[in-house]
């Protein structure tokens, strides 16, 4: 009988598995300087968490959970927020504001397997919430970027693109699509360049926007405005009256007060699948297009409300590992050396001190030294000390007749291979001291 | 519309997360200086993998997965073992041997959530494969150890106990047990406290063992050995052959040799649920009985060849976090500063000096330091002081007029109350190199 892993899903073996330590140590770090607190929730939810808040492109993806005896549904989380918003919503009057969590939750999605996309992946998410002003949205993107940077990546290699759904939807309201069309055009226009142009054109006129409406909709959405520049002249090319524009005017002057207008473009061709947005949106892209959304957020000040909870404004950001992993390879930025290193490789030179090794390694390990030994029975140290080199060890440690009469054991460098005899009693600190 | 998180599930907020990854740390601290190398695979398997491979308890516990549009059924894993006897055959002969692996899976049984048992649980796994010699088997136990003391935990709380499935079934077999009925014996004893008296007995006889096999098995099964005696007093009160007993004195002999005797004990009433498990098994138990089982595992030589791999003697142990938490709770071992320390709480005392916090806070952040600033538009310095100290942050740096001419910033040590001004270019080194 054989068995394989689950299409779209993946064994992460020791390699892998430290490249994926490492990614989450460097999504750790970035979230504590950035005063996020971490939090986690369960595997699965109430079905309804989903389908009642997600969009619909997810809810079609989601793996339903059965069990026998109980008649139930649930749903393995596509997505980590819905989790999030019923815990502020439960807790919401006991949780002291603002509320900045973070969280690298496993999510699956029953997507068709190919580059960028599996059906379980690690997702960091940062989310704030209790303030309504883009100060929050700013630094959402700026912890996103934060990130970025402490990877190895740079403006000339990824850019923040950031648009705004009050504004999207008043450039749309004003071309004709009805109130309640928005979120469907919204999801449609996040879809624009998976669909067939025919497809994506017959879907557009039934929502109301017609040949010219949409040749209109293009001039906007498809300019793109560095942050960098002035807010006057990129509010001048958004054909929106001034009053429209007060909040991304806001996010303009505090993205360059965090000093990140390097990083961000607006680009209100950008409006995200997800139903619950409101305010700011934004996604992450390798600069040539060459892989699909590294990231992306936004504002979603009414979800907290719709699952129980009191209205609380909230803006966050959530970042797969599998666009990221892709992106970082092709740059040259994955780390080499990133498995645990190996203190000490204990060998027994003679029969006699072959007992010796467990209460040995015992010692070390116990003094927080990585130690291992051989499991053959083999005295031979030319043997026992390539095993050694083969375990990336830093130091041999070698007992022989003479430990047992001396009370010294022999501590061979296996960098330098100098070779010297320390008393027992001090091998640990020897060992620790010589620590990288 | 409210939503509540799935029965036997567990929301994990800032202060109960920061717990969560303090024992994963140690978890992880404890296995890597064991010279285990980390490893994580899907969240759900093939249904059968379970179906052949666990025991019926598990099985009738699995929470079923499904996707519309495809019949495959799927099962949230409900422990990792068979996960890990997949990836081990899938590459058996790409691995280098011996193979030594740890993960700490979530895993998700279905049962009925009480004191130590929930729905959605964290598992400790190290598994050692392809040393069929027990001392694999004590390093196993030592590793388990390693971690108890780890934790603060002493041979007087907990208890290593010890059992050895072909001892058991030498015993039964002399008892009058048929072999093909022995995996039901095994998981009869294994749920003995579970049953009611009665129940037991009736299920018992089904299986062969009368009123006076099932005494005379008592007689074995309820004494306790410490491994601290000496084996030839110990085997003298097994009744087996020292032939059938070679394996479990070697094992107590590498047991001392790692100097965890006063840790261990052999019941041989031990003999686990899982219908893989073929040599020793243990079990961790609090001393005073008063929780369920803390860990347990045991040797399972066939388990990898029977998923496909080639044949490769195997041994592990799976620790949850559920009754460990309940344990080192009761102990007083939990500990209590594990939420990530604040370096700065950056403060504007001044209207002019407002615009200048989010590049500094960006500064400290890039450097490496957890800085927060209020999203409060107040320049009231007690108001800040205030809301710095409820963050907990270690010192304030306050921004203002004289900041703006002079270039410099004053910071307030929050635990002394000490105030003094910094030099703007030498904040980021003064915080790094005041920290703890």
């Not at 986690?40 to 959970?65: C, H, M, R, W």
């Not at 030994?373 to 375990?391: I, M």
């Not at 010294?408 to 027992?424: H, I, M, N, R």
Request: glycine share 6%; aromatic share 6%; with cysteine.
């Amino acid at each position: 009988m054989k068995f394989q892993a689950p299409k779209g899903t993946r064994d992460f073996y020791p390699a892998e598995m430290a490249w994926r330590r490492w990614l989450e140590g460097k999504w750790r770090a970035v979230s504590i300087r950035n005063g996020f607190e971490e939090v986690e929730g369960p595997i699965f939810e109430t079905l309804e968490l989903y389908t009642a808040k997600s969009g619909d492109e997810i809810v079609n993806q989601l793996f339903q959970v059965t069990r026998e005896g109980s008649d139930k549904i649930h749903a393995i989380r596509p997505e980590f927020t819905p989790t999030l918003a019923r815990m502020v919503a439960e807790k919401a009057n006991a949780l002291p504001k603002p509320i900045k969590w973070f969280s690298i939750p496993n999510l699956c999605r029953g997507e068709q397997p190919q580059r960028g996309r599996l059906r379980e992946f690690l997702q960091w998410n940062i989310d704030m919430m209790g303030i309504a002003e883009p100060i929050a949205d700013a630094e959402c993107i700026f912890t996103t970027v934060d990130l970025l940077s402490e990877l190895g990546l740079a403006p000339n290699m990824v850019k923040v693109k950031i648009s705004h759904r009050d504004v999207v939807r008043r450039i749309l309201s004003r071309l004709g699509v009805a109130d309640d069309h928005m979120v469907a055009t919204f999801e449609l226009l996040d879809r624009r360049e998976k669909l067939p142009d025919d497809v994506f054109r017959e879907r557009a006129n039934a929502i109301g926007l017609d040949g010219t409406a949409l040749e209109r909709l293009d001039q906007v959405a498809l300019v793109r405005y560095p942050t960098s520049e002035p807010w006057d002249q990129i509010k001048a090319r958004i054909p929106l009256p001034e009053s429209d524009l007060e909040d991304l005017a806001d996010l303009h002057d505090k993205l360059r007060a965090f000093g990140i207008d390097d990083w961000c473009e607006y680009d209100l061709g950008i409006v995200r699948g997800l139903a619950y947005y409101t305010g700011t949106v934004f996604e992450i892209h390798e600069i040539t297009g060459a892989e699909r959304a590294m990231a992306g957020g936004g504002r979603y000040d009414q979800l907290i409300e719709s699952v129980g909870g009191p209205p609380t404004p909230a803006v966050g950001m959530g970042m797969g590992d599998v666009v990221l992993s892709l992106v970082l390879q092709d740059k040259g930025l994955l780390p080499h050396d990133v498995m645990p290193q190996l203190d000490a490789f204990v060998i027994a030179a003679a029969e006699a001190a072959q007992s010796r090794v467990p209460d040995l390694v015992a010692t070390l390990r116990a003094a927080g030294l990585h130690a291992r030994f051989s499991y053959r029975s083999t005295t031979n140290v030319g043997k026992l000390l390539k095993e050694a080199a083969q375990h990336h060890a830093r130091a041999a440690v070698i007992l022989d007749d003479n430990t047992l009469s001396a009370d010294t054991v022999a501590v061979k460098d296996l960098a330098t291979g100098e070779q010297t005899d320390v008393p027992s009693a001090e091998l640990t600190s020897a060992l620790l001291h010589s620590r990288r």
